[in-house]
């Protein structure tokens, strides 16, 4: 009575691998092929032999596998040498038991029976190939051709340095999950219609043109999942947004890890799922979008007076630079656009900034005071409190107070990026990669450090600096100058560089702080550290000397007039207000 149900599965299993088989990778094809062979081994019978069901899904035997790639350039291809058994289908045995299977949602997984060696040698060759599956790869430079510099990340690092490397000594290429830099001081203007999202966005192959021209330099839309420092390797795996990825590998010379920080949340449940944060573009549209369809929502018929005041609280956790000037922005929009453009719920409106000792503590007291009492002017609501949990509407802070919110923004500051976790490298203090005093990771070969990312090891003696645009950027003008410095005197191949003299080691020296409050207000504070003695300055001249001195730093002349054209037509027309 068994057979016939035994036959059916094996073969209803048999049709399933092969209908599904071309969806799967060559690996996948190798492992769903060793069960059905698994499936399909018999006690004995007439022929005595198995059935290869790999020849039954169409294997093709000693092929070239080929991999569809958005990477160009030198790649490998990996080859499948599978030997195909002259065999027919053989007939299912009557006496041998069928193998127990497991089809769960994990996969599918057999419990392995073999009466014949020839089925065990099969099986063993599939797991070989299986485990010796390759990446594409774009492959290291030869002699004679130009050294390859691989950047990973596109954030201030990492595009101060490529726009300085010298493309005549080097070939670059750039990782990243983003194809932009991101002026980060200006972010938050953006959020409220102060600036247009494009301004503060700079494309990476107009920072660095070889990118797009040199036809060994590559830009590549991808994530970093880990390093072989061996093989001076990085494996990456494409950035898709709900489609297929591809991993490759990218052969490099010399490595610079640039790839930036997260946001901290401290582990505190809910921050993740239901804050918002302030570090991309995607965020800031996002935080848009939300704030403009509270406005909206809280003008339909039929909503609580409750309700209204939840909606439009707009909650600051952080009292950094970025929660103060996003503060001051949120405060500028009430006072300017929302109570002309939506004058039915204007009152109900409220700026809430919570921070667990002083806002801008960086900065001189003076100047903490003056953004207390501005900030108090323009209607923000200042706490001193710790945010114990977050859910869907509300907050709860340490001593068991309720904060309801329709937006909730989290800046409390960044720290070492999973990646930065994940890898096997010396770390500095508070979890960052550890460099030396010329940006090197020590006891690793050709790789190098700059940015939010890195930090000095104990050994070095030198404090971890904050982590702030001014000092990425610092990092990638000195290491670029290093690297064509070095270059030229031919120490850019891997392995090459140990006799080269270095220079000067890297020392920064802080140029400053600036935030802005709102209402053409800021804060200048020239001091070179926090406990030293320097010209500090605020009101209507810090709020120009602020906007003079971002505008000379933005990149491109294209977004230095992008920005100017939005400060002058948010000034006569108002904030756009439109939910796109």
């Known amino acids: 009575m068994l057979l016939p149900f035994r036959l059916g599965l094996s073969i209803f299993f048999v049709k399933i691998s092969s209908r599904n088989l071309f969806q799967l990778s060559s690996c996948s094809k190798m492992v769903l092929a060793r069960i059905a062979r698994n499936g399909c081994q018999q006690s004995g019978g007439a022929t005595g032999r198995y059935a290869r069901v790999g020849s039954m899904l169409g294997e093709e035997s000693s092929s070239v596998s080929k991999f569809h790639s958005p990477v160009s350039g030198r790649f490998t291809a990996f080859k499948q040498n599978v030997t195909p058994h002259s065999s027919n289908l053989p007939f299912f045995s009557t006496t041998g038991g069928l193998p127990a299977l497991a089809l769960g949602s994990r996969g599918v997984r057999t419990t392995p029976r073999y ?38 990340g596109s954030g201030w690092a990492a595009c101060r340095f490529l726009k300085g490397l010298n493309t005549k000594v080097y070939e670059v290429v750039c990782i990243s999950p983003r194809n932009h830099m991101v002026f980060t001081p200006l972010l938050a203007s953006t959020c409220v219609g102060t600036l247009e999202f494009r301004s503060v966005a700079e494309p990476v192959n107009q920072i660095q043109t070889a990118l797009a021209k040199e036809p060994n330099s590559h830009f590549f839309l991808a994530s970093c999942n880990g390093l072989d420092t061996d093989k001076h390797e990085v494996l990456c795996e494409t950035a898709a947004d709900g489609g297929e990825t591809h991993r490759f590998k990218v052969a490099y010379d010399k490595l610079v890890i640039a790839s930036g920080a997260e946001p901290v949340t401290f582990g505190i449940k809910g921050v993740e799922e239901h804050a918002f944060f302030l570090r991309e573009v995607s965020h800031a549209q996002e935080i848009r979008k939300r704030l403009l369809l509270n406005l909206m929502l ?196 891997a392995s090459s560089g140990k006799d080269v003299p270095l220079g000067d080691p890297f020392i920064y020296k802080h140029l400053g702080s600036m935030a802005s409050v709102g209402r053409y207000k800021a804060l200048v504070d020239l001091r070179q550290s926090k406990d030293a003695k320097g010209l500090s300055l605020a009101g209507f001249l810090s709020w120009f000397i602020w906007r003079s001195a971002y505008l000379t730093r933005v990149i491109s002349w294209r977004n230095r007039f992008y920005v100017a054209i939005n400060w002058a037509t948010t000034l006569v027309f108002g904030r756009d207000n439109s939910r796109i």
């Open 115 to 152: 009466e014949y060696a020839h089925a065990q040698a099969a099986v063993e060759e599939s797991d070989s190939e299986c485990e010796n599956l390759k990446y594409p790869t774009l492959e290291a430079t030869k002699p004679g051709e130009k050294p390859r510099v691989v950047v990973i």
């Open 298 to 493: 809280s003008q339909y018929p039929g909503v609580s007076e409750e309700e209204k005041e939840r909606l439009l609280h707009c909650v600051v956790i952080g009292g950094g630079p970025t929660g103060v000037e996003f503060s001051g922005e949120l405060s500028d929009f009430i006072i300017r656009d929302v109570c002309q453009r939506y004058a039915h719920v204007k009152n109900y409106i409220q700026v809430t900034l919570i921070e667990a000792n002083e806002i801008l503590s960086s900065f001189d007291v003076g100047l903490r005071h003056y953004a207390t009492k501005h900030l108090t002017k323009c209607g923000v609501r200042l706490v001193r409190g710790v945010v114990k949990e977050v859910h869907p509407n509300k907050i709860v802070l340490s001593d068991g107070s309720d904060v309801p919110y329709g937006l909730l923004v989290w800046s409390t500051g960044v720290g070492p990026s999973k990646l930065v976790k994940s890898l096997s490298l010396p770390k500095a203090p508070g979890g960052r990669i550890g460099i030396d005093d010329w940006l090197r990771v020590p006891s690793v070969e050709d790789v190098f450090a700059i940015g939010d990312c890195a930090g000095f090891v104990e050994g070095v003696g030198r404090p971890v600096l904050p982590a702030l645009a001014q000092v990425a950027e610092r990092q990638g003008k000195y290491l670029v100058e290093l690297f064509n410095r070095v270059g030229k005197q031919g120490g850019g191949k």
